[in-house]
C-alpha cells in the first residue's frame, strides 16, 4: 500500500520569523494527507509551528552530473565573500 | 439541624454525586477510545498512520487522566487516576458503548473515531463554558485535541468513502454497524439532568442540530449516506456494556491484575 502513496517533501518553520526548512520526507495519498502525517511525524515534539509539503516530484534539481559547470566557476571568486570588510567590535551579531 | 437544611446538604450531595459520574463518564469514554486505538500501534497500514493514530490515543489518554484524577477527587474515596482506570470491573466503566467497539478494519476504526469526534467537538465546546471551573479547563484543552481529530478522521472518512468502490463499501458498512451506538450521545439520564441543571454541563438536546449538521456536511463530502435511526439496547454510560469491553480491560488491567501496586 506504502509504494502506492507518492513521496512529499516536508519543510517546518520552528519560530515565526525563521525560514522553512527541509526535515524529511515521507509517504502520503494527497496534499491534505501530507500535511497531517508530517505534523505527525516531525511535530511531535513542539517542533514547528508551520508546515509545507510538496510533491517530491515536483521539485525540479540540480544534475550532479553538472556539479563542475554550475559551481567549480564560483570557487576562485573568492572576493564575492564579505570578508575584506574590517567589522567593528561595536557590532553583534553579523 | 433544620429540616431545609438537612434538604440542602442532601441536594448538594446528590450534585456532588452527580458531577463525579458524569466526569467520570467523559474519562472513561476518552480512556476506553485511547486503548482501542493504542491497539493499532504497530498494526497500521503505514508507519506515518500508525504514528497518527498513537497521537490521537495519546491525546484521548491525556483527556482521560485529568478527567478521571478529578472523578477521584469528586469521589473523595482516595483513589486516584490509576486506581480508577486499572482497577475497575466492566460494569464500573460509564464510558459510551461506541468507545469499545472493536477496530473492525481501518474503515471501523475510521468511522468510530469520526463519530466520537463529532460529538466531542459539540460537547467540549459546551463544556467549556461550564460553570465547573475545573471542567472548563479540561474541555477547553481537549477541545483544541478534538478539532485535530475530527480534521484526520473526517479526512479519511472522505478518502475512504468517495474513495474506490471497495472502501466506499467497507466504509458504509462501518457506518451503519456503529450508527446505533450514537443514540447514547443524546439520551439524558438523571445524571445528565442533574449536572445540566447547575450548568455544569449542556443540555444534550441542544447539541443535537449542530451535531446532526456537522455528520451531513462531512458524510456529504464522502458520498456516504447516513443511516435510519435504529432501536438502541446498549447503556454504557450507565455501565451497561457489550461484550468488548470485558476483553479490552483484561488486556489493559493486566498488569496491575497480575502484580498489584506495580510501578515502572
Known amino acids: ?94 | 439541624m433544620s429540616r431545609a437544611e438537612r434538604h440542602a446538604a442532601e441536594s448538594e450531595r446528590d450534585l456532588q454525586s452527580a458531577r463525579c459520574r458524569y466526569v467520570l463518564r467523559l474519562g472513561d469514554t476518552a480512556l476506553v477510545l485511547g486503548q482501542r486505538l493504542g491497539e493499532w500501534v504497530g498494526h497500521a497500514p503505514a508507519l506515518e498512520e500508525d504514528l497518527g493514530l498513537a497521537n490521537l490515543a495519546l491525546d484521548l489518554v491525556g483527556q482521560a487522566r485529568l478527567l478521571l484524577t478529578y472523578a477521584g477527587e469528586l469521589e473523595g474515596r482516595g483513589r486516584d487516576e490509576d486506581d480508577l482506570a486499572f482497577l475497575r470491573d466492566a460494569p464500573e466503566f460509564m464510558n459510551l458503548a461506541l468507545a469499545e467497539q472493536p477496530n473492525g478494519d481501518f474503515a471501523g476504526t475510521v468511522v468510530r473515531q469520526w463519530l466520537i469526534d463529532t460529538w466531542q467537538l459539540q460537547l467540549y465546546r459546551a463544556l467549556a463554558a461550564s460553570t465547573d471551573t475545573r471542567l472548563a479547563a479540561i474541555a477547553a484543552k481537549a477541545l483544541k485535541e478534538t478539532l485535530y481529530h475530527h480534521r484526520f478522521s473526517s479526512g479519511w472518512l472522505a478518502r475512504l468513502g468517495d474513495g474506490t468502490a471497495e472502501s466506499h463499501e467497507r466504509t458504509q458498512r462501518a457506518l451503519e454497524e456503529l450508527w446505533r451506538f450514537t443514540a447514547e450521545f443524546f439520551a439524558p439520564d438523571e445524571v445528565d439532568e442533574r449536572v445540566q441543571a447547575a450548568g455544569i454541563a449542556p443540555a444534550l438536546a441542544s447539541l443535537t442540530a449542530p451535531w446532526s449538521l456537522q455528520v451531513d456536511a462531512d458524510l456529504a463530502a464522502a458520498t456516504l449516506r447516513r443511516p435510519a435511526v435504529a432501536s438502541y439496547g446498549w447503556h454504557g454510560k450507565r455501565g451497561v456494556h457489550t461484550e468488548h469491553l470485558g476483553h479490552l480491560l483484561a488486556t489493559m488491567q493486566h498488569l496491575q491484575r497480575t502484580y498489584p501496586g506495580l510501578r515502572w
Open chain 1, 1 to 94: 500500500m506504502n509504494e502506492e502513496w507518492p513521496l512529499f517533501e516536508v519543510f517546518i518553520r520552528s519560530r515565526s520569523g525563521l525560514e522553512h526548512k527541509h526535515v524529511g520526507s515521507l509517504h502520503a495519498a494527497d496534499a491534505r494527507m501530507a500535511v497531517e502525517h508530517a505534523r505527525d511525524v516531525y511535530t511531535r515534539r513542539q517542533e514547528g509551528v508551520s508546515i509545507w509539503v510538496v510533491r517530491s516530484a515536483d521539485i525540479v534539481a540540480s544534475d550532479p552530473g553538472e556539479a563542475e559547470a554550475l559551481f567549480e566557476p564560483a570557487r576562485d571568486k573568492v572576493y564575492r565573500h564579505p570578508t575584506f570588510y574590517v567589522i567593528p567590535d561595536e557590532v553583534k551579531n553579523l
